[in-house]
């Protein structure tokens, strides 16, 4: 469980769904859309509507039958709610292809997660530019969380090099670590870290594919041809 910005307690599975409620919600207000229904967003998040009914209570907010919800102010809710009021600066470790992507991505500073800085072992890529960020070396991993306030790191070595990345960044003061490595991380008490393995993901896709392609099988196996069905009962 998690607590609230009142000190409510909250689960973590409807933390994990604010999220997507809040991209949908970001999507209606450009749309020019002023309300929307628990039914609705349950339809555009994929859950059912007494869930987001559950999720937005914790929130405070309950909408108004034959109305729904606000979408401005529920945006509002959804950012206090998630520490989106203010930037979160963030620090890469690993200067590989993918922290480059990373670094240069321009949506982490859209979304209040600033790049304040990356850093690296390799001295090949320490002081190359990505963007308008230098990279550092690793050496100044300290100086840069303190300098720039960063409590979020990401990890975006190679996975041998990982668990030395994700000590560092805790050794420097970073208490939330995102982690691309495919491996896990051991951490203290009070560091949160949350994985993204894109393999996995992609796995779980051909799962479904893999269904996909039986269900579509199995169809034309029971499917009997027109002239096959004449001819069986002439």
Sequence with gaps: MATTSRGRRIPEATVARLPVYLRILLDQSEA????VSSEELADLAGVNAAKVRKDLSYLGTYGT??????????IYQVRRELGLTHDWPVVIVGAGNLGQALAGYGGFRQRGFPVAGIVD???AKVGSLIGD???RDVADLAEIVRDHKVSIGIVATPGPAA???????????????LNFAPVVLNAPPGVNVRKVDLAVELQILSYYEQRRAAAAAGSSLHAVPAGSRRGASA
């Design 121 to 123: 072992n390799d001295p």
């Design 133 to 135: 960020i230098r990279v």
């Design 65 to 74: 039958r034959g109305v729904g919800y606000e979408v401005e102010y529920l």
């Design 163 to 177: 668990q030395e990345a994700a000590d560092q960044l805790v050794a420097a003061g970073v208490t939330s670590i």
């Design 32 to 35: 020019g859309i002023a309300n």
